[in-house]
């Protein structure tokens, strides 16, 4: 690596020669651990232009460093830092006085954070079960890196360099409207989306532009954590709503609800999948009780069993459903791009309130990501993932059941994952935690119940694990178990 000339600066109060404080300038760098043995100093030259004093000066300077071997030299290559140049000293950091600052009182807010952390290490367990995890196995590394590089070419500079201010990328909104809406049934303008920073920031601008203290939410129970902890920064009322085997009851919601928040085509996280029948009585309910409805509909591409039931924003007549979209599951997690789809009057203040906060998502990935869509690269992303989950799910659901093991929820379409209960309703904490140390990774499912107690729950993904793993991981995760946490299938 090379010191550039740029980190030196003469000192007009030094007192002494030229030469001596470039010496001291190079000594303390190294004495402080900045200039590294094997670093590469500026050319005489460089050096000499750069600070304005004559190259004999610089010169001087090297030489007298190198006789008390804290440089070398290699010929016509240039001046290095000495391997046998004096180490920094390793000082003990000066121990903070007592802070008079009382954070408790200080911070207006105390962010609710509902842990669903995975390792961040999960890739080196054998038997990762986890959920939501890109495999590079299906990801299409090189035509994204081709999308990538389209967008950073001259025709582009201006998506990728210019302040967009409140606006989206046209080109991939282009996109969004006449090739990922139209598979969900939705008609759309360009005035009703907004991309986003993936779904959760979509379900964050909702909340924030639909809630106050005064007013009620309600949410399926189980759910998704991160939801919960948006709806707890409002301050809202927070109604649980406990879901069946065909999501959320239309006739359970409360009657002074003002906005649901729901996954009614795979539920978060047992993945039950709201009916036809049950769909129309929600939007029934919500018309007459004057209510409105967000829709986080994730994994719909991921239909391999059989077509994904039509959004609930698709039935929607009277312009009370919200619909939460985003790329994460079908790309991958890291991309965080999402998007809206409302009413213009929705749209337009969420924009705004967007805007505030951050401007725009960066330009370079909105046109990236528009590319991918535009050269055909997304379907065939998507292909991929579904015949690989198809099969992965064939594997799954035959180890589960020659193990007996008890599924609490399936999805009736395809995803990634199962949902999973111990058979005597026992704790799986202890499971989860005696499976990781054998190189097994699963989720618990105290999370989804807003806490970190008992539960009999635990989620299974297959998004990240290899089909030729999966039997094996089942195995270890039924040979753990108690025989009372497993059914009798003898």
Same mark, same amino acid.
């Given at each position: 690596?090379?010191?550039?000339?740029?980190?030196?600066?003469?000192?007009?109060?030094?007192?002494?020669?030229?030469?001596?404080?470039?010496?001291?300038?190079?000594?303390?760098?190294?004495?402080?651990?900045?200039?590294?043995?094997?670093?590469?100093?500026?050319?005489?030259?460089?050096?000499?232009?750069?600070?304005?004093?004559?190259?004999?000066?610089?010169?001087?300077?090297?030489?007298?460093?190198?006789?008390?071997?804290?440089?070398?030299?290699?010929?016509?290559?240039?001046?290095?830092?000495?391997?046998?140049?004096?180490?920094?000293?390793?000082?003990?950091?000066?121990?903070?006085?007592?802070?008079?600052?009382?954070?408790?009182?200080?911070?207006?807010?105390?962010?609710?954070?509902?842990?669903?952390?995975?390792?961040?290490?999960?890739?080196?367990?054998?038997?990762?079960?986890?959920?939501?995890?890109?495999?590079?196995?299906?990801?299409?590394?090189?035509?994204?890196?081709?999308?990538?590089?389209?967008?950073?070419?001259?025709?582009?500079?201006?998506?990728?360099?210019?302040?967009? =201010?409140? /606006? %989206?990328?046209? @080109?991939? $909104? !282009?996109?969004?409207?006449?090739?990922? &809406?139209?598979?969900?049934?939705?008609?759309?303008?360009?005035?009703?989306?907004?991309?986003?920073?993936?779904?959760?920031?979509?379900?964050?601008?909702?909340?924030?532009?639909?809630?106050?203290?005064?007013?009620?939410?309600?949410?399926?129970?189980?759910?998704?954590?991160?939801?919960?902890?948006?709806?707890?920064?409002?301050?809202?009322?927070?109604?649980?709503?406990?879901?069946?085997?065909?999501?959320?009851?239309?006739?359970?919601?409360?009657?002074?609800?003002?906005?649901?928040?729901?996954?009614?085509?795979?539920?978060?996280?047992?993945?039950?999948?709201?009916?036809?029948?049950?769909?129309?009585?929600?939007?029934?309910? =919500?018309? /007459? %009780?004057?209510? @409105?409805? $967000? !829709?986080?509909?994730?994994?719909?591409? &991921?239909?391999?069993?059989?077509?994904?039931?039509?959004?609930?924003?698709?039935?929607?007549?009277?312009?009370?459903?919200?619909?939460?979209?985003?790329?994460?599951?079908?790309?991958?997690?890291?991309?965080?791009?999402?998007?809206?789809?409302?009413?213009?009057?929705?749209?337009?203040?969420?924009?705004?309130?967007?805007?505030?906060?951050?401007?725009?998502?960066?330009?370079?990935?909105?046109?990236?990501?528009?590319?991918?869509?535009?050269?055909?690269?997304?379907?065939?992303?998507?292909?991929?993932?579904?015949?690989?989950?198809?099969?992965?799910?064939?594997?799954?659901?035959?180890?589960?059941?020659?193990?007996?093991?008890?599924?609490?929820?399936?999805?009736?379409?395809?995803?990634?994952?199962?949902?999973?209960?111990?058979?005597?309703?026992?704790?799986?904490?202890?499971?989860?935690?005696?499976?990781?140390?054998?190189?097994?990774?699963?989720?618990?499912?105290?999370?989804?119940?807003?806490?970190?107690?008992?539960?009999?729950?635990?989620?299974?993904?297959?998004?990240?694990?290899?089909?030729?793993?999966?039997?094996?991981?089942?195995?270890?995760?039924?040979?753990?178990?108690?025989?009372?946490?497993?059914?009798?299938?003898?």
């Amino acid at each position: 690596m090379a010191i550039s000339e740029e980190t030196f600066f003469l000192d007009a109060r030094f007192q002494g020669t030229l030469q001596s404080q470039i010496q001291q300038m190079i000594a303390e760098g190294i004495l402080s651990g900045r200039f590294r043995p094997g670093e590469k100093l500026p050319s005489t030259r460089k050096l000499a232009r750069h600070l304005g004093v004559s190259r004999i000066t610089v010169t001087l300077a090297y030489n007298e460093l190198q006789a008390n071997d804290y440089l070398t030299s290699a010929g016509r290559s240039g001046y290095y830092i000495s391997q046998n140049a004096p180490q920094p000293p390793h000082l003990k950091p000066t121990p903070k006085s007592q802070s008079s600052v009382d954070w408790s009182r200080a911070l207006s807010a105390r962010i609710p954070v509902t842990s669903l952390a995975k390792p961040s290490d999960w890739r080196s367990y054998r038997y990762p079960f986890v959920y939501g995890q890109a495999d590079p196995a299906l990801f299409d590394q090189k035509s994204w890196r081709l999308c990538a590089l389209q967008s950073l070419g001259s025709r582009e500079f201006d998506s990728l360099t210019a302040d967009h =201010a409140d /606006r %989206d990328d046209p @080109l991939l $909104v !282009e996109f969004i409207l006449r090739h990922i &809406l139209p598979r969900r049934g939705i008609a759309a303008s360009p005035e009703e989306v907004l991309i986003t920073l993936g779904a959760q920031n979509g379900l964050w601008i909702a909340a924030q532009l639909l809630l106050t203290q005064r007013r009620r939410a309600a949410i399926e129970y189980p759910f998704y954590p991160s939801l919960r902890d948006i709806l707890e920064l409002t301050r809202c009322s927070v109604h649980e709503v406990p879901v069946d085997h065909d999501g959320l009851r239309p006739d359970a919601l409360p009657e002074d609800t003002d906005v649901m928040f729901i996954t009614p085509s795979h539920q978060c996280p047992t993945n039950a999948t709201m009916p036809l029948a049950r769909r129309q009585a929600l939007l029934e309910r =919500a018309s /007459r %009780d004057n209510m @409105l409805i $967000v !829709e986080d509909d994730y994994e719909f591409e &991921l239909a391999f069993l059989r077509p994904p039931s039509p959004a609930l924003k698709s039935l929607d007549r009277d312009d009370r459903v919200i619909y939460a979209g985003s790329f994460s599951k079908s790309l991958f997690p890291g991309l965080r791009l999402g998007f809206l789809v409302g009413p213009e009057p929705f749209i337009r203040e969420a924009r705004a309130l967007r805007a505030a906060l951050l401007r725009h998502p960066p330009g370079q990935i909105q046109r990236t990501t528009a590319h991918f869509l535009r050269l055909g690269h997304y379907d065939a992303q998507v292909r991929r993932m579904s015949r690989a989950f198809q099969s992965r799910r064939i594997e799954i659901d035959k180890a589960v059941s020659e193990h007996g093991l008890v599924v609490a929820g399936a999805g009736v379409f395809g995803g990634s994952s199962l949902w999973m209960r111990t058979a005597d309703h026992s704790d799986a904490a202890p499971l989860v935690e005696e499976l990781r140390h054998k190189g097994v990774l699963i989720e618990p499912g105290a999370p989804f119940f807003g806490h970190t107690g008992a539960s009999p729950y635990f989620r299974l993904a297959y998004s990240s694990i290899p089909v030729e793993r999966i039997a094996k991981g089942i195995e270890i995760i039924a040979d753990t178990m108690a025989p009372s946490q497993k059914l009798d299938i003898n």
